[in-house]
């Protein structure tokens, strides 16, 4: 029995191509981690280094302001030149 | 399970949910949070139930009915440390699930997006009814703090609050209703996870590239299954690590005192992933204006489906929206530091600064983008 809400998305009944010829292995007649290594470890570095820009400011930029919180509060927390002179 | 998923309805839906269903081919490790976050709802479910058949709810009992379980009852210690830090890993979770789908604009999927928001609703409010459990300092304060919010509502506040109390302050009727509601909420969530995949699967996952995968899907069954695997692998394993070695790493030590109503904490606090909403709640110096920010921190999240469209889904191929992203990330981060400093200066006026820009994301990014789809 196949319930009718679930004739959606399946295959079958995805997209329709035409003018296309597609050629593939089937999984069971290739290397399942070919590459993984030789391709897949300077990948990580390529991803890295495209990525670097686009993440590393903000994120600098987010240490500085905690940083300058936490130094600003620590100044506030010692005694001022000149708080207490109107106790002299 | 094919021969049977002919003549089963049950099996059939197994089938075409977790076995045949197409799945895109480049979806990265960013995909595997829905699934990890159905671990986590399994782990907190199941050890949640362990920890039921122990407790009493009882302002007299709990606090010391959780202690003594520790040395009384097997393993009730893995128990415990097990629910304590899965509730945090299913933060973890939550947030990098709600931010891929910032990044990717699977928020086009409306019906998707707005169960999701609801589920995050019902999980924060599960966790905050089960920190006040075993009714420690943090939590007794902990449920004070935010229930009184709710007197800031004009009129019916104050009955409000007596309402949700049971009572003039959280006391035992607070402690047992919280339990029940404990309870109950997790399997709601169960349930709405399962209309959230419904409605996933109507048009499929989306991918990386943000473009249509229709032509170049593959059967989830073994690819994605092994995939969630060693993603559970790699999730479990740090969750597992700060059970055995760590358990109280992410906690309160304030909670190891017992509820007083006569003893304030120094530093009332929620647990780390409520606290970019509590520097958001604490940095509006009105109190009705600190509750609706609260509110509106989560909530900001249904208006994602209703951004300006823009011609790529997701920020992928948008340098400047992807750089405002990661700025929301840092600011993110900065307001749950934020959120667990005193009341001080410059603290103040960072929260309030770090406040205005989360909101300011959500205004900008839609221009942003638009500017850019424009120019090219």
């Known amino acids: 029995m196949r319930p009718s809400f679930l004739l959606r998305k399946e295959f079958g009944n995805l997209a ?3 003018g296309t010829v597609k050629y593939h292995l089937s999984p069971l007649e290739q290397r399942a981690f070919a590459g993984a290594i030789s391709q897949g470890v300077p990948n990580i570095f390529w991803r890295f280094r495209q990525s670097f820009f686009y993440v590393v400011p903000p994120m600098l930029l987010s240490y500085l302001v905690y940083y300058t919180a936490e130094m600003e509060h620590d100044r506030l927390q010692r005694k001022q030149p000149g708080q207490f002179d109107h106790e002299k | 399970m094919y021969k049977a998923s002919r003549f089963s309805p049950l099996a059939s839906v197994i089938r075409h949910t977790v076995i045949t269903l197409p799945t895109p081919v480049n979806i990265s490790t960013w995909w595997n949070f829905g699934s990890l976050l159905g671990v986590c709802l399994a782990t907190q479910i199941f050890s949640g139930l362990v920890l039921s058949l122990h407790f009493t709810a009882h302002t007299d009992l709990s606090f010391y009915v959780v202690i003594q379980s520790f040395g009384d009852v097997y393993y009730n210690w893995w128990f415990r440390a097990l629910h304590a830090n899965g509730a945090s890993f299913f933060f973890i979770g939550l947030y990098l699930h709600i931010a891929r789908g910032m990044y990717y604009g699977s928020y086009v999927f409306k019906e998707v997006w707005s169960v999701g928001v609801v589920i995050l609703l019902l999980v924060m409010a599960s966790a905050f009814l089960g920190y006040v459990l075993p009714w420690g300092q943090m939590s007794f304060w902990g449920a004070t703090v935010i229930t009184s919010l709710f007197s800031a509502l004009p009129i019916i506040g104050s009955d ?7 009572g003039f302050s959280v006391d035992n009727a607070t402690l047992t209703r919280f339990f029940g509601l404990h309870f109950l909420l997790p399997f709601t969530v169960a349930g709405l996870a399962g209309l959230h995949l419904f409605f996933l699967h109507d048009q499929g996952s989306s991918n990386p590239l943000g473009v249509s995968s229709d032509f170049n899907k593959v059967v989830f069954h073994h ?3 092994l995939k969630d695997l ?3 692998c790699f999730f479990v394993g740090p969750l597992l690590g700060l059970v055995y070695f760590y358990p109280w790493l992410l906690g309160d030590p304030e ?5 007083n109503p006569l003893v304030t ?3 009332i606090q929620p647990e780390w992933y409520f606290l970019f909403a509590y520097a958001i709640l604490r940095a509006v110096p009105n109190k009705l204006g600190g509750v609706v920010a609260l509110a509106a921190a989560v909530l900001i999240l249904f208006y994602m489906p209703f951004s300006p469209k823009t011609s790529i889904k997701g920020l992928s191929f948008y340098p400047w929206g992807k750089v405002l992203f990661f700025s929301l990330i840092g600011v993110f981060i900065l307001l749950t530091w934020a959120g667990s400093k005193p009341v001080e200066e410059p603290y103040v006026v960072v929260s ?10 959500f205004l900008l990014i839609g221009p942003l983008t638009r500017i850019q789809d424009k120019l090219l």
């Open chain 1, 16 to 18: 329709v191509i035409r």
């Open chain 2, 160 to 166: 409000v609050v007596i309402w949700l109390w049971g």
């Open chain 2, 223 to 225: 690819y994605y299954v």
């Open chain 2, 230 to 232: 060693v993603g559970a």
């Open chain 2, 255 to 259: 909670n190891f005192i017992e509820g």
């Open chain 2, 265 to 267: 904490p120094h530093h």
């Open chain 2, 352 to 361: 309030q600064v770090l406040s205005f820009l989360y909101f300011f994301y």
